[in-house]
């Protein structure tokens, strides 16, 4: 098979299938697509037409002298696949060869001439170009310009040949391959990215940005830290390792401010204020650290010359990625006032680098813009000189899903002059909440606007993990390298067969029928702009309202047709889903398949409360019929939720997931509450969870180790198991817990308290959470006694937190856990008995 561009090669392949080796006979391919199913991203130019099998021991491993570090990690690439996959090691002189490495300007690797080597000169990011050319019938060249074009050449080729060993036998294709990537830089910032370079390597991504440490000790000096074997990584696997100097708003944190007080940015509008809500403490020392420098004050350039110095010391670090402020904060000392913020600082970047440059000439720096620096962007583009770049991130605009280009025209028109620009998008739902997203639709058109505006790096953000969300984060890879190569469906086949599944193309059905009915949810921030804030639609029902098409909760549907028709597609693709036998794919289907369900359900209950002025009791009936669907369709949406993250990767959702789960439960709640007054009741306590109460960092002022108590007798309906769960929410320190349990008192006696059971265990709860769920068995109910939960807690004091690191503020949970006829009990409850009209 060949692909469209690749025709051209045939004739190539044809001309140096010469001669054939004895014992080595070539053969036809036969289902040439197949094998290129096996490989992410597609080659540009394919033609796979003979193949030549043999015992794999007769296959020769051959890597060109004087290689360096990367092109010896490329064969190692290939040892261990023939290791794997045949039991073999290398052989000396075996009956086949594949040769490796760069090759010299004559086009030669070794005392082997490759043909076509004079057209990697003329590729497309051509350090990253390869070619793969059989010579003769008995070796096949791998080579590039560059050990990083060798490096791709050999995971094409492994890939290629993965599936092609039987019974100590290997089938290796005559390929004839020219390959290199749309986009220079593909990869991503964050999450767990420093975790996965070798993961994301596999898929020819080749750049991490992370943070790393920059401060300012109290006697003035710079200081920088690096993880060595973190760059060493990047480097065996061709990944750039790209430092961050983090937001310039967030620089009293580093320590610059209190070593340099001068560099504080003066008045108001310098200095970020918040003090409303439970985080108040939390905030207050926020406020004294995220403050505008002062641009303009020299002693700012020198210490971001020193960081930048200090990182460009260590092996590798050439490129530096520089945050402009990330608020709309400005200093108004005289000089500043004079220029902008955003531009005054790209301008102390800038010189900051010109000074860093004289001892690191080919370092470069990377501007990052922000939702900050938006309105000024086209000032701090006109600061930019050549060989800075630039990078462009807002934290409303590019961390977004929607159907909408991302490139805007200013951005557009500097990257069309042949400007270095970098784009920083999310490739799932949401930044803040975590649930499931397969969508290679959403991924394309993402990626491929990138490569049509001439966009030179793509930086993803992938929240918290990129094993939840292996199908977009490969998209993209496939994408950025090749956006003009499949279409959606074809990398879902290729996708799918990849992961092994036996049934690539039910995959590809599933995908390209959820997909699109899942963006539509996404891409207007359903969970996140509305059921996240779920008291817009308490607001919304209580004024006896309903929700309007192409507007808010409904934004992305323009009528009730098309909300139908995507929970019929739904429906569907849960057909598909079962058919693969993916429990992954069956649970992300049933969590969309419930915000939809959701969805229906606040759309009717607002019907009937608009429909007439007076709700008598078959408008109460209905309501109570509508509570009770949408208890239903809320916790199997919040139960698909947990099946997907344990079915792709238990505790990896943090929580940002379980903030997730908790959008649901709180829509529902919002939605129970607002039709209170019509005396609809509300089952959803006896089947979802409610939150029972919270801890901050004031909690812990006295001492660390506390016993907290909650009031749950609301929450304790009906005799059962419930689990308590801690949820951390906010500030840079967790929970640790170790006892929780359930007393009773009668009413009006509190003294006369007894424990009715209890969970001891070690738990903790953070950014990720471990043995944070504790359970309690209830026997039976008194409605004459309350119920309180106590737990033994310990904290960080107030007093104790570093600076820069303080906080600690989360919510507790508790949920009865459901019997088999669960779903029969909602939809039995009734309104309370009430003849009045509302």
Same mark, same amino acid.
């Given at each position: ?17 010469? #001669?054939? !080796? ?45 290689? =360096? ?73 791998? &080579? ?35 390959? $290199? ?7 991503? $910032? ?40 973190? +760059? ?79 990182? #460009? ?9 520089? /945050? ?27 010189? !900051? /680098? ?23 962007? =086209? ?99 496939? /994408?950025? $390298? ?23 193309? &039910? ?65 569907? #693709? ?47 009936? %209905? ?11 809320? &916790? +199997?949406?919040?139960?698909? +939720? ?30 129970? =509450? ?23 960092? %004031? ?122 006829? $669960? ?10 008995? =009430?003849?009045?009209?509302?």
């Amino acid at each position: 098979m060949k692909t469209a561009t690749g025709r051209a090669f045939a004739l190539a392949a044809g001309m140096v299938l010469c #001669a054939v !080796a004895e014992g080595v006979v070539p053969t036809a391919v036969e289902g040439a697509g197949q094998w290129l199913n096996g490989v992410i991203p597609l080659p540009k130019e394919v033609s796979l037409a003979r193949q030549v099998t043999l015992p794999a021991s007769g296959v020769t491993l051959t890597l060109r002298g004087g290689a =360096d570090e990367l092109e010896r990690n490329a064969l190692r690439k290939l040892q261990t696949l023939f290791l794997d996959k045949a039991g073999v090691e290398n052989a000396a002189a075996g009956a086949f060869e594949i040769l490796l490495g760069v090759c010299d300007a004559g086009g030669r690797v070794g005392d082997v001439a490759v043909p076509d080597a004079a057209r990697l000169q003329t590729l497309p990011n051509r350090e990253q170009a390869y070619l793969i050319r059989p010579v003769g019938t008995d070796r096949l060249v791998l &080579t590039g310009l560059d050990a990083r074009g060798v490096f791709y050449a050999a995971l094409t080729l492994r890939q290629l040949l993965e599936t092609r060993f039987k019974g100590g036998r290997v089938s290796v294709p005559l390929a004839v391959i020219t390959d $290199w990537p749309d986009l220079a830089e593909r990869g991503e $910032w964050g999450g767990s990215s420093t975790r996965d370079i070798e993961w994301m390597a596999e898929r020819k991504m080749n750049l991490v940005e992370f943070h790393t440490p920059h401060d300012v000790a109290s006697n003035g000096t710079v200081t920088t830290g690096m993880d060595s074997a973190l +760059l060493r990584r990047g480097r065996l696997n061709a990944v750039k390792m790209v430092p961050i100097i983090s937001h310039l708003n967030f620089r009293g944190s580093s320590g610059a401010y209190a070593a340099f007080p001068g560099l504080r940015g003066k008045g108001e509008k310098a200095i970020w204020r918040e003090s409303k809500g439970p985080q108040e403490v939390e905030n207050a020392v926020l406020s004294a650290t995220l403050c505008a420098p002062c641009a303009s004050n020299p002693k700012l350039y020198e210490i971001l010359s020193g960081w930048m110095r200090g990182y #460009a010391g260590h092996g590798g670090v050439r490129d530096i990625s520089c /945050w402009l402020g990330e608020l709309s904060l400005h200093c108004e000392c005289a000089e500043c006032a004079k220029s902008n913020q955003f531009a005054l600082e790209t301008r102390a970047f800038v010189k !900051a /680098w010109r000074l860093a440059v004289k001892e690191y000439p080919d370092l470069r720096i990377r501007i990052l813009l922000t939702q900050g620096s938006y309105t000024s962007n =086209d000032k701090v583009l006109a600061e930019i000189p050549p060989g800075v770049d630039v990078s462009y991130y807002d934290g409303g605009r590019t961390y977004d899903s929607s159907p909408n280009p991302m490139i805007y025209p200013l951005l557009e028109e500097y990257a069309a002059k042949g400007r270095w620009l970098g784009v920083y998008p999310q490739l799932t739902p949401s930044w803040r909440i975590v649930s499931p997203w397969s969508c290679p639709q959403f991924v394309k058109f993402r990626m491929t606007e990138f490569v049509d505006k001439k966009l030179a790096c793509v930086v993803g953000y992938v929240v918290p993990d990129n094993r939840l969300f292996d199908f977009n984060v490969t998209a993209a890879a496939e /994408w950025g $390298w090749n956006a003009r190569g499949r279409s959606e469906r074809q990398f879902a086949v290729a996708w799918a067969t990849r992961q092994g599944f036996r049934q690539p193309e &039910t995959v590809a059905d599933w995908v390209m029928r959820l997909g699109p009915v899942a963006w539509d949810l996404y891409g207007a921030r359903l969970v996140e702009r509305h059921l996240f804030r779920p008291a817009g639609i308490g607001a919304m029902l209580s004024k006896r309202a309903k929700p309007a098409f192409g507007k808010g909760l409904l934004a992305a549907f323009p009528d009730e047709a098309r909300l139908r028709a995507n929970r019929e597609a739904c429906v569907d #693709a849960l057909r598909l889903a079962n058919q693969t036998g993916s429990p992954a794919m069956v649970a992300e289907t049933r969590a969309i398949l419930g915000y939809y369900d959701m969805l229906t359900e606040i759309c009717g209950i607002g019907d009937v409360l608009s429909a007439k002025s007076a709700i008598g009791l078959p408008e109460r009936r %209905a309501l109570q019929d509508g509570m009770n669907r949408l208890v239903l369709a809320g &916790t +199997l949406n919040t139960e698909a +939720l947990r099946d997907w993250e344990r079915a792709v990767n238990a505790g990896a959702g943090g929580s940002r997931f379980d903030d997730c789960v908790e959008a649901t439960v709180g829509t529902v709640q919002a939605v129970a =509450d607002a039709l209170k007054p019509y005396g609809v009741c509300d089952p959803a306590r006896l089947f979802l969870p409610g939150t029972i109460g919270a801890w901050k960092s %004031a909690d812990f002022q006295e001492k660390a180790a506390i016993l907290k108590e909650y009031d749950v007798t609301g929450n304790v309906v009906a005799p059962g198991t419930y689990a308590v769960t801690f949820q951390y929410t906010s500030g840079w320190n967790g929970l640790q817990i170790s006892r929780v349990a359930l007393v009773a008192s009668p009413k009006g006696k509190p003294s006369e308290r007894v424990e009715l059971c209890a969970d001891a265990h070690e738990g903790k709860t953070a950014h990720l959470s471990t043995g944070n769920i504790y359970r309690l068995r209830v026997g039976q109910v008194d409605t004459g006694s309350t119920y309180r939960v106590v737990v033994k807690m310990r904290g960080v004091r107030p007093q104790d937190q570093q600076a820069g690191k303080t906080g600690c503020g989360g919510t507790v949970l508790m949920q009865r856990e459901r019997e088999p006829d $669960w779903q029969a009990r909602v939809m039995d409850v009734k309104p309370l008995p =009430d003849t009045r009209g509302h």
